[in-house]
């Protein structure tokens, strides 16, 4: 979508009101949806920083561990979010997903698999 400029923003620079309307709905779906999401990740974070704080000498490695699950959290989201960008539309991303399923369940089988060998040997 296209937004013409007025004579007042293209001297001032200022973006168009819409942006303004998108940017602020933006934050409020992202902090609805946090706060959502916190009964589902809460489980995870409350009694990992409940249990560092108690051991000071974990701090570090249980830091890494959570910037680990954040980062593989927020991984996928972007992958979408920048193909989207790129003009990937809805009917993209289902055709994607119904050519290629057996390999992405296959891919997650794997991933899951090798996680699993990890937890263990690192244990």
Do not use: D, W
């Amino acid at each position: 979508m296209h937004y013409r400029k007025t004579n007042e923003e293209k001297s001032t620079g200022a973006p168009p009101p819409k942006l303004y309307r998108l940017i602020i709905s933006a934050f409020v779906t992202g902090f609805l949806i946090s706060l959502l999401e916190s009964v589902c990740t809460g489980q995870l974070y409350l009694p990992t920083i409940t249990f560092v704080l108690k051991e000071s000498s974990l701090r570090l490695r249980a830091l890494a561990y959570l910037l680990l699950y954040n980062f593989m959290f927020i991984l996928p989201l972007g992958g979408i979010l920048i193909l989207a960008l790129l003009g990937t539309t809805q009917e993209g991303f289902s055709r994607f997903m119904k050519e290629h399923l057996s390999a992405v369940k296959l891919s997650m089988a794997i991933l899951f698999f090798v996680l699993g060998i990890f937890i263990l040997l690192a244990a």
